[in-house]
């Protein structure tokens, strides 16, 4: 990744259907070579590329996450 690197951010809380990220054209941004951050992201599990790092965050409290990241 490059000066030039974009950032794309989806969240797809509010998706009824896989159908509405084709309708986007998120093969476009998910495929473009640079980050994409998504929320929600079992709302349409199908359309994931075939290697991603998930990132988990778990309130410990108030002022504490923790963060995993895994590979998949």
Known sequence: MGANCKIYHFDFYRLKKQEEALDMGYEEYFYSGNYC???WPEKIAD??????T????????DTE???TFKKI
Do not use: G, S, W
Not at 47 to 52: K, R, S
Not at 54 to 61: M, S
């Open 54 to 61: 998930r990132v988990e965050i778990k309130v410990l409290t």
């Open 65 to 67: 996450r923790q963060l």
């Open 37 to 39: 951050f998504i929320e």
């Open 47 to 52: 359309l994931l590329p075939d290697h991603y």
